[in-house]
């Protein structure tokens, strides 16, 4: 049974960075290396958005306000995608999910807050 789970998130004061990482477990590599797996976030009372996404490893995709700031790779021997976070605003805090397009699973989420 395939999981996916978060780590990495916590408080951070405004500017400061942290680094989340999303651990594919029971996935095995011949389905984890071209999947596209992505960072999603929900705000309270917000919906759900797209942070930034990764496909094999080198095709990425990112939200307007996170490109330049955020950076998304994939470890495919780890079975993990970790999202580098720096420059952080208090617009970024969220809960921060992880997303399988093959698995169509989502992760537990991972707490980011931001203070100003």
């Known amino acids: 049974q395939v999981h996916l789970v978060e780590s990495g998130g916590g408080l951070v004061q405004a500017g400061g960075s942290l680094r989340l990482s999303c651990k594919a477990s029971?996935?095995?590599?011949?389905?984890?290396?071209?999947?596209?797996i992505g960072w999603y976030r929900q705000a309270p009372g917000g919906d759900r958005e797209m942070v930034a996404t990764i496909t094999g490893r080198t095709t990425t995709n990112y939200r307007d306000t996170v490109t330049g700031r955020f950076t998304i790779s994939q470890d495919n021997t780890r079975r993990t995608v970790n999202l580098q976070m720096n420059d952080l605003k208090p617009e970024d805090t969220a809960v921060y999910y992880c997303?399988?397009?093959?698995?169509?699973?989502w992760g537990q989420g991972t707490q980011v807050t931001v203070s100003s």
């Open positions: 029971g996935m095995i590599l011949s389905v984890f290396s071209p999947d596209t």
């Open positions: 997303y399988s397009t093959t698995h169509r699973l």
